[in-house]
């Protein structure tokens, strides 16, 4: 997981006396995950983070609508390249799969927003499919372009403005457990492994920002449990002079994963970027494909039991994909056997590379299908395998 950072102004010990030029006490927080038994950091505010003078609930007990289950289940394709604009970048999200671990919408958002947010129930991470903008928080400010996945730890006051209004397109995903690293990239000192995709290097921290000292009415609509919540402060919530930790919002391009392939064809977890509670974020990105001299590159005919397989496209060639296109995502519930067209494995051979870059997220336990999903819904794919369908292979899962 990333590793200790340190920006603005701390005091040399933690939980001690810390003050201005004027003798004026800062408020110290500590910020953590699972009680204070996990990753945490500390900021240290001018104002109380605890100053509300006003609230009141803007939606009560919202939960996704979903398809009736006697609609059954079958493979499915969301064209969510096609999301109009809508709202801002949190009440433009449209989710799409949910169950109790994990939520993945879409949000190509109309507005900035005019407040800022607080997700209190959820981890998010946002992949940039489109546009490009600037990730306001308390511990600073991030960046974001193309290919860019965000991370915000739940509690994270923040707003999102763009560069590129009304060309934003994001894939959100949401989870109430913890998005982290995998273990099995970490050493016992929490360091990126030699083996591991990609290194603390790629990972980009907030930039350092000056504290907004100002006093006057700022909105935080806050998530928590099923409610959003309006508060309003006194106070400018970004008057952070200085914080140091292991939890803080932070940016990994997909196109610095490093692709790890073989001679024969590798299985989707040497993809894995992220780990979920009950599920893992996969990158799929250009590569060498495998080189074996009897080779198959295009995957293998699979029945991904126990286990939700969605694949959200990002771009590269899918010309051989008939009907998916950038902003396709692809729900391949478990139990129901996936693969390429025979013609696409045949065709595959020979091939040296592959252009496609791809976000996957396996679950493990099922999703449910919600009505907003229907508006994307390409009807025709889960017959696209038969004798006279015409979706064949991707590379990589
Ligand atoms: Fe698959």
């Known amino acids: 997981m990333p590793i200790y950072q340190r920006s603005g102004n701390v005091p040399a010990k933690r939980h001690v006396q810390f003050r201005n030029g004027s003798g004026k006490l800062y408020q110290e927080e500590v910020f953590g995950s699972r009680g204070f038994d996990g990753r945490y950091s500390i900021l240290y505010h001018l104002y109380a983070p605890t100053e509300v003078r006003e609230l009141e609930v ?50 190509a958002p109309e507005d900035d927003m005019e407040y800022f947010y607080c997700n209190g129930n959820s981890d998010e991470l946002i992949f940039v499919q489109e546009g490009a903008g600037v ?56 360091q990126l492994l030699e083996h591991s995709p990609f290194y603390s290097r790629d990972i980009l921290i907030p930039e350092n920002t000056q504290p907004e000292d100002k006093r006057g009415d700022f909105e935080v609509r806050v998530k928590t449990r099923s409610h959003l919540m309006s508060y309003h402060l006194g106070h400018h919530p970004f008057d952070v002079v200085g914080w140091d930790g292991y939890l803080y919002p932070f940016i990994f391009n997909i196109f610095d994963f490093e692709p790890i392939t073989g001679r024969i064809h590798m299985p989707p977890p040497v993809h894995q970027t992220f780990a979920g509670q009950n599920f893992v974020v996969c990158s799929f990105v250009p590569r060498l494909v495998d080189y074996h001299p009897d080779a198959i590159p295009a995957p293998y005919n699979h029945s991904n039991l126990q286990s939700d397989e969605v694949l959200f496209y990002v771009s590269g060639n899918f010309m051989s994909r008939k009907g998916i296109n950038e902003g396709s995502m692809t729900f391949h519930p478990a139990g129901i056997p996936h ?59």
């Open 58 to 107: 803007l939606k009560a007990n919202e939960q996704p609508k979903l398809v009736p289950s006697s609609e059954g289940f079958r493979h499915r394709h969301f064209r969510l390249g096609d999301a109009t604009t809508f709202g801002d970048a949190v009440s433009g999200r449209k989710v799409c799969l949910v169950n109790s671990d994990v939520s993945i919408g879409i949000c």
């Open 135 to 190: 990730l306001h928080t308390q511990f600073g400010n991030l960046p974001y372009k193309e290919g860019d996945y965000i991370v915000i730890p739940k509690g994270t006051i923040y707003k999102m403005t763009s560069a590129t209004p009304k060309a934003d397109l994001f894939l959100v995903i949401e989870t109430p457990g913890n998005l982290e690293l995998p273990r099995r990239y970490l050493n016992e000192y929490g």
């Open 339 to 397: 693969g390429p067209q025979p013609d696409a494995m045949q065709e595959s051979i020979g091939m040296t590379r592959t252009t496609e870059t791809a976000v996957m997220i396996d679950t493990f336990q099922p999703l449910n299908v919600t009505m907003d999903a229907l508006d994307f819904d390409d009807k025709k794919y889960s017959l696209s395998w038969g004798t006279t369908g015409d979706v064949p292979s991707k590379m990589g899962a």
